[in-house]
């Protein structure tokens, strides 16, 4: 028996995932076991993830599958939204359908270079809800590729190869959490083309293959980052405590061109609190999240790790006064740091009208809080 091209796509997996092990999640300057052991779990989230998503990836026969859960966290998730993903390939057209189902906030983002679950280059093109006509039931219906039209249209291009789609909820509690919350989401193929040929070996290697394929585009493949080059994006702070403004991304891959973003370090000690002072813009939607090294959010099922309009106290003027403390503080507006003293803190503001106040933090004594 000659040797099976499935196989060594196997084991080629196999060895992505042990040099993912020691050459990516390896201790690092300040790096504690338990940051160990979270990059190992992230790992596997990525795993997760290229085995549900990516596996059985087939632009031709598309389905919407759900890119983040809480157990399955990782490239910046977030406490209040939902996310799809799905193959599409140039040359074809697709129709899809769906409901807002109750989302501030909805759009459709085409990530190219994203083929056999390659990581994004870019994304090419955003549709928002703003741009999709919807029934008074919130019912919609959108065509992706083919011929041009004003709205209810994206072009695919050249190099579109998947689509991630947003699902925003600004409620009290945790929308991403809910195990009740359905967003209804479909996706057609016109002019399907003929049933594949059955699994054998050189098909299933090609689905390893794509698993392996999304494994190292988010680990090894990654370019390292340079610790003199400044920060990785004009929204992103590398200074501890330091909120940059608030600004668009521009085509940034898996990111959202209709959106102001800001990210920051948070660095407190065992009897500190960060005390973040600012205003919600006019905006469809505002959050703040916390997330670990990895960019995995922290326990908000269990914890309130974020906050959004629904569920911020606002001062008399308006404005918010936002606390991370490792315990609480018995104020409003307290996020739990879980007891971390070193995270990440991500602002998401959709759709902004005007300009943002950039939100301010200031390093208190805990003790000193209610003072």
């Given amino acids: ?37 979270e990059g190992f779990r992230n790992l596997t989230h990525i795993l997760q993830s290229a085995l549900y998503s990516h596996q059985e990836f087939d632009p031709d026969r598309p389905v919407f599958h759900r890119i983040v859960s809480p157990t399955r966290s990782f490239t910046g998730d977030n406490s209040d939204a939902v996310y799809y993903e799905t193959p599409v390939a140039p040359g074809r057209t697709y129709i899809v359908r769906g409901n807002l189902a109750g989302a501030v906030y909805t759009s459709f983002t085409m990530e190219a270079g994203a083929a056999d679950g390659a990581y994004a280059t870019h994304n090419s093109g955003v549709l928002n809800d703003t741009q999709i006509d919807i029934d008074p ?87 390292p980052r340079d610790p003199d080059a400044g920060p990785p994006a004009p929204f992103v702070s590398i200074t501890p405590n330091e909120i940059p403004k608030p600004v668009v991304p521009g085509d940034m891959a898996f990111a959202a061109v209709d959106a102001a973003y800001s990210m920051f370090p948070y660095l407190i000690g065992p009897d500190e609190a960060l005390v973040i002072t600012g205003r919600w813009p006019e905006c469809r939607f505002a959050n703040v999240c916390l997330w670990n090294r990895w960019s995995q959010m922290y326990d908000y099922v269990n914890r309130q790790v974020s906050r959004n309009r629904a569920n911020t106290t606002l001062e008399a003027d308006g404005s918010f006064r936002l606390v991370l403390a490792h315990e609480d503080p018995g104020l409003p507006n307290w996020i739990d740091t879980e007891g971390r003293p070193l995270g990440t803190v991500f602002f998401r503001f959709f759709l902004p009208e005007g300009d943002i106040e950039t939100p301010v933090a200031e390093v208190v004594k805990f003790a000193d809080l209610k003072a």
């Fill in 1 to 37: 028996m000659s040797e099976l091209r499935s196989r060594a796509a196997f084991d080629e997996l196999l060895a992505s995932l042990r040099e993912a092990a020691d050459d990516w999640v390896v201790p690092g300057p300040g790096m504690s076991d338990d940051d160990v052991a």
């Fill in 137 to 223: 039931d919130g019912n919609y219906e959108i065509r992706l590729g083919g011929e041009p039209a004003e709205r209810n249209w994206m072009d695919i291009g050249a190099n579109g190869g998947r689509i991630t789609t947003r699902h925003y909820f600004e409620w009290p509690h945790s929308a991403s959490a809910s195990q009740t919350l359905h967003v209804p989401l479909s996706i057609e193929v016109l002019d399907p083309p003929p049933p594949p040929p059955r699994w054998g070996d050189e098909r299933v290697a090609r689905a390893i293959q794509r698993v392996t394929n999304h494994v190292r585009g988010k680990t090894v493949d990654q370019p």
